[in-house]
């Protein structure tokens, strides 16, 4: 999704749930991380007030959510995922 409004929607929603679990972790040197990523239309606000939301978030080491935004935005590009095309994630322990 390359709107970047939807994607700050995206993000506000996952960030808050970090805020409601953690509080202030201002200055931690953490960051709120999620998945699905904001950059996807199954991002955190997807599932707008629902009680059953599908997604996660979580604190993460800031430069290691610098660098999976990184990273992602480089699977985008590489992989010529245009906006709307459907791609799969998989994850290896």
Known sequence: MVDRAKQDTNRTAAIKTCDDVWGNYAGSGLECDEYPFSSTYEGAAAGGDSPTRRYSSRLIDAADNKEGGTRILAVYTQNRIL??????????P
Request: zero cysteines; charged letters at 20%.
């Open 83 to 92: 906006d709307g095309a459907p791609f799969y994630v998989k994850t290896t």
